[in-house]
């Protein structure tokens, strides 16, 4: 059974398009993020949602924007694509918020041309 | 805030030989260390973690990591390196929002 399951696993698109990114997780955690990883391997956090709420937005473009519609799903949506935000893109829970190891999901290659 | 440096960016080791990864870390209040593994083409598994207690820890395939308060440093470990073993390895640092802080990375190849 996958804990962290995110679709789609691939993402082409033209520049300035509309995208969305789902995330599930289906271990009863509280917490779930997105983090963006670049083409040099840095992983940085991007939001964090607890019990629906949201906990941690850091210096994201406001094009992103995250929707929890149950403790379950963490979705991404992404407006007027560019080509900076070509990543991949990891969704991860945990069950609280300090100090608990996150699970990951295999990730999402976005590729805006 | 919490920062996480990891000074080497590619290590290579033959197989067998011991291996230490170094992870330097940044925070005011006792931190939240882990280490992580990410193979090619795939999402983060963690290898091992350290809240608090005994400073050495045991993870999974075999590593371990130590916490040295004093120089601020949660090194990764493993005695004798397996093929599978190469892959990315990133440390990191949460905090109470759990809000992670990952290192840039060290790249792991292992030579036959």
């Known amino acids: 059974d996958t804990a962290v399951s995110q679709t789609p696993k691939y993402l082409v698109t033209q520049m300035g398009n509309d995208k969305s990114i789902k995330c599930e997780q289906n271990?009863?955690?509280?917490?779930m993020y997105w983090y963006k990883q670049d083409s040099k391997k840095f992983l940085k956090i991007m939001f964090s949602?607890?019990?629906?709420?949201?906990?941690i937005n850091e210096t994201v473009p406001n094009r992103f924007s995250p929707k929890s519609p149950d403790k379950a799903h963490l979705n991404l949506h992404i407006n007027s694509l560019e080509l900076g935000d070509s990543a991949v893109y990891f969704c991860?829970?945990?069950?609280?918020?300090?100090?608990?190891?996150?699970?990951f999901g295999p990730g999402t290659r976005l590729t805006v041309l | 805030a919490q920062s996480v440096t990891q000074p080497d960016i590619h290590i290579t080791v033959s197989e067998g030989a011991s291996l230490e990864l170094r992870c330097n870390y940044s925070?005011?209040?006792?931190?939240?260390l882990f280490w992580y593994v990410q193979s090619p083409g795939q999402g983060l598994q963690l290898l091992l973690k350290?809240?608090?207690?005994?400073?050495l820890v045991q993870g999974i395939k075999g590593f371990e990591a130590e916490f040295k308060r004093s120089q601020s440093s949660f090194n990764l470990r493993k005695p004798s390196v397996h093929w599978s073993d190469a892959a990315e390895y990133f440390c990191?640092?949460?905090?109470?929002?759990?809000?992670?802080?990952f290192g840039a990375g060290t790249r792991l190849t292992v030579k036959p």
């Open positions: 991860a829970s945990s069950l609280r918020l300090a100090g608990d190891e996150q699970f």
């Open positions: 271990l009863g955690h509280d917490t």
């Open positions: 949602y607890n019990n629906k709420e949201l906990i």
């Open positions: 925070y005011g209040a006792t931190p939240y």
């Open positions: 350290y809240f608090s207690g005994d400073t």
């Open positions: 990191a640092v949460g905090g109470f929002n759990n809000d992670m802080r």
